[in-house]
């Protein structure tokens, strides 16, 4: 499969979305650090913690937002064929009439 950038109704790609999901993640951790005094081995705890669920909420966006992609890609495929198919049939025919017109002018 050819990767091509994909984007939302509004423009935005999945790029766009999910870097915005990380930094937002990062600056949320950050500001929770600086207003809640813990200890290191607590903080190094709550970093740690809150990168993990971050990663897991990364990864499933990723992964439904692949799935939607894959889904979309086959219904176009399978529309463009559909598409192909009835122009395939509209050309057999013309082609048929065509010769039936053509016999018909020589008959004369």
């Known amino acids: 499969m050819i990767a091509q950038k994909k984007s939302c ?6 790029r766009s979305v ?3 999901l990380l930094v937002g993640g990062l600056v949320g951790s950050g500001i929770v650090l600086l207003k809640a005094p813990r200890s290191g081995e607590d903080t190094r705890k709550l970093i740690r913690d809150k990168a993990d669920e971050l990663q897991s909420k990364t990864e499933q966006t990723f992964n439904d937002t692949q799935s939607r992609v894959e889904n ?3 219904q176009l495929s399978d529309k463009a064929a559909e598409i192909k198919a009835s122009g395939m049939k509209a050309a057999k025919e013309v082609e048929k ?4 017109v053509a016999e018909t002018v020589t008959a004369s």
């Open 18 to 20: 999910l870097g915005g």
């Open 72 to 74: 979309i890609t086959e």
């Open 97 to 100: 009439q065509a010769h039936n």
């Open 9 to 14: 109704s509004r423009g935005v790609s999945a």
